[in-house]
Structures are given as structure tokens and as C-alpha cells.
């Protein structure tokens, strides 16, 4: 059987590498390595003098991405580019990357396959685990803290605010009612018999009913939307001129933030933008992958 860590596959990779126009010498930022797969198309562009610098705030993705990205390296042999891992949130980029050094970058927001399929992270309702949620593991509340201890008031702010839910109050009302809340499987159940499954969806078919309280509660848990504002607003000043971002979001709270930005970056001057419109997977590439169904990448290139 495939190990399902050698299955992934990365969203949008030949658009991404387009974008990004690799070129041997240069310094790029893969802000989300995870498993790695956009960072090692990369890595093979890179000659000697290319330097990739890797983020990522999930220890367990860092430790995979490590033996793989290790693994590229030894098989380019002598002529290996340089490369720096960093386990940490991308908002502090800006710590570690030299003000006008970087001739890319590169984002694709959201959980991993790793972090999705491991019941044991606590993301997901198709299986039973704690509810965890958190990409750091080493820091920060977990998802069942915060469902826990916070007021019903806040908690249908929350799902309201990052999970679209027009039926927030409701939900967080169950939600409360159903305390103490500790397992996937059992905010799952309590979501459902509280609110009627979603209207069947044309494009994505079933929705389960505690899909909008499961994202909005990862929103939150892993402050998603403010790293993405973050990083953002860091980026202008990393880049060298006609260096180029390109970032993947998967749903449209994270598309907003980047759409907003590269409008007034191009307005300051900052960006050209390169995707008039957003650039989505063929069919090709969402029947093998139904994970890239969502994806929007958007690229600019710097001034
Ligand atoms: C969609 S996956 C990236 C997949 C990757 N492009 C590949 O080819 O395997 C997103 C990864 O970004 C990481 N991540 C998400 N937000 C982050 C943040 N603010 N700082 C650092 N890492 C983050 C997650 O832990 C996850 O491993």
C-alpha cells in the first residue's frame, strides 16, 4: 500500500512554478512547505547559487518535509542549492528574510493531507478524534478550549465571522448546551442535529452540516486570516524588483485578503498584478484531486 505522505499532491504545482519563473540564482520563499511538493519543484530549479527558505509552524510537516527535501538534495549531488528550513509562522518572515532578497515567493494557504487525514489532528468530522485542530502543536489553545471557554456569544461571532454560517447562533447555542465538547465526532453530531444539512450543492456536491463551523473554528484556532494580512503586508519589502508572488487560497475569506491587497499594492505602484482573474485547476487536475476544486492562485509581480 502507498504510505498516503508519498500520495500527496500539490495544487496548481505547473501554474505555481510558471508564475514563480524559478531562475537557478535566486532566493525564493515557499511560506507553506508542508509536504513539500511545491518546494521540491523549486529546489529542481535551483542551480548552486539558489537559496530556498521554508516555512512552516507544524513540527510534524517540517520533520517530512526535511527527509524529502534532503532527499532531492543528495540526488542533485554537488551542484545542491542552498536551503534553510524555519519552523515558525510565516507572519515573521520579516525576521528572517533580508529586506530586497527574495526573486519569489510563495503561499498555498490552508491544512495539509497530513493535517486533514490524521484523525489524531483533531481536523476533521470524517473521523473521529480529539479536537485539536491547532498547525502548531507546540503552542496556542486547541479547538476544543476554545468551544469549552468561551462565551455562546463569542462562539457564534466566531462561526459567523469564519465559517459564513448564517445559522451561527444556533449552532453555538447547541454547542453550549453540549458541553464539555472533546472529541471531532461528537461537535460533528451536535452541529448536525442542530442545523439541516445544506441545500445540495451543484458543483460540490453534499455539504455536511458542520463543514462551516469545523472551518471557522480552524480559522480561529490557528489565527488564519491575520497570518495571511500579515505576510502580506511584510512582502513588498522582501522582494527584488520583477521578483514574483504567487499565493493559493482555498476558500473566500483568504482570496479576499489577497485580492484586497494586490488591488492597493497595484494602486501604491507595489504590484503588477499577472491573473486579471484567478487561475483554477482544469479538470484533469480536480478529478485527480478534489481537494484543487477550491483553489484560487494569484500572482504579481513586483515593481
Ligand atoms: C496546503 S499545505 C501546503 C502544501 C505544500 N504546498 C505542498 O506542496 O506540500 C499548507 C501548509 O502550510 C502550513 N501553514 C499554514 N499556515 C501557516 C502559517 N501561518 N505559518 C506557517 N505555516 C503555515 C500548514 O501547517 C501546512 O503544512
Not at 143 to 152: H, T
Not at 220 to 237: C, F, K, Q, S
Not at 265 to 288: F, S, Y
Request: contains cysteine; hydrophobic residues 35%.
Amino acid at each position: 500500500m502507498t504510505n498516503p505522505k508519498e500520495r500527496h499532491v500539490p495544487v496548481l504545482f505547473q501554474e505555481s512554478m510558471d508564475f514563480l519563473r524559478v531562475r537557478p540564482n535566486g532566493t525564493y520563499a515557499d511560506c507553506t512547505v508542508g509536504l513539500a511538493g511545491h518546494s521540491e519543484g523549486i529546489l529542481r530549479r535551483l542551480g548552486p547559487e539558489g537559496h530556498l527558505i521554508g516555512f512552516d509552524r507544524d513540527p510534524q510537516a517540517m520533520a517530512l518535509a526535511k527527509v524529502r527535501l534532503g532527499r532531492v538534495l543528495n540526488e542533485i549531488g554537488s551542484e545542491e542549492p542552498a536551503i534553510t528550513l524555519i519552523g515558525e509562522a510565516f507572519s515573521s518572515i520579516a525576521k528572517h528574510v533580508k529586506p530586497g532578497s527574495l526573486d519569489g515567493l510563495l503561499a498555498d494557504f490552508g491544512v495539509s493531507s497530513l493535517q486533514f487525514d490524521e484523525a489524531q489532528r483533531g481536523f476533521s468530522f470524517q473521523a473521529d478524534g480529539p479536537l485539536d485542530m491547532r498547525m502548531d502543536t507546540r503552542s496556542g489553545p486547541t479547538a476544543a478550549q476554545v468551544v469549552n471557554e468561551i462565551s455562546e456569544h463569542e462562539l457564534a461571532n466566531l462561526i459567523y465571522e469564519n465559517g459564513d454560517e448564517r445559522r451561527s447562533r444556533t449552532v453555538a447555542r447547541a454547542i453550549v448546551r453540549g458541553r464539555p465538547v472533546t472529541t471531532t465526532g461528537q461537535l460533528a453530531r451536535i452541529v448536525a442535529s442542530a442545523v439541516p444539512a445544506m441545500k445540495h450543492d451543484k458543483k460540490h456536491g453534499h455539504i455536511h452540516p458542520a463543514t462551516r463551523t469545523f472551518q471557522a473554528l480552524r480559522i480561529y484556532v490557528n489565527r488564519e486570516l491575520d497570518e495571511i494580512r500579515d505576510l502580506l503586508e511584510a512582502a513588498p519589502g522582501l522582494f527584488k524588483p520583477s521578483g514574483r508572488l504567487v499565493v493559493i487560497s482555498f476558500h473566500s475569506l483568504e482570496d479576499r485578503i489577497a485580492k484586497d491587497s494586490l488591488r492597493d499594492g497595484t494602486q501604491k505602484g507595489i504590484w503588477e498584478v499577472l491573473t486579471r482573474k484567478p487561475v483554477t485547476a482544469g479538470e484533469e487536475e480536480t478529478d485527480r484531486n478534489p481537494r484543487s476544486r477550491s483553489a484560487k492562485l494569484r500572482a504579481a509581480e513586483r515593481k
